[in-house]
Nanobody, 113 residues
Framework: QVQLVESGGGLVQPGESLRLSCAASGSMYRIRAMGWYRQAPGKQREMVASITSGIIEYADSVKGRFTISRDNAKNTVYLQMSSLKPEDTAVYYC????????WGQGTQVTVSS
């Protein structure tokens, strides 16, 4: 069993930066890929970034602004978000997949002046 816990969300002004963290615990040998999704009010959940065996991909809307990284020793994945825009406002969810699919409970990111 795998558990994912997100942290680092909050309220920031446009143009500022924020770093999200996702700490994983449990049967990590089951994990193949990890990533970040987000869901804004009234919209479907969308993939933001993922990392799989060193292969990284981003949504077009965040390329050049967001960076995903992973610290295997700490079983933690990060999402560094820069140049934040109001449209980045959403609940951000950590995701992991392998033999099963796992989700964190989400952390709120609000970008507003």
């Amino acid at each position: 069993q795998v558990q994912l816990v997100e942290s680092g969300g909050g309220l920031v002004q446009p143009g500022e930066s924020l770093r999200l963290s996702c700490a994983a615990s449990g049967s990590m040998y089951r994990i193949r890929a990890m990533g970040w999704y987000r869901q804004a009010p009234g919209k479907q959940r969308e993939m933001v970034a993922s990392i799989t065996s060193g292969i990284i991909e981003y949504a077009d809307s965040v390329k050049g602004r967001f960076t995903i990284s992973r610290d295997n020793a700490k079983n933690t994945v990060y999402l560094q978000m820069s140049s934040l825009k109001p449209e980045d406002t959403a609940v951000y969810y950590c995701h992991a997949s392998g033999y099963g699919t796992y989700w964190g409970q989400g952390t709120q990111v609000t970008v507003s002046s």
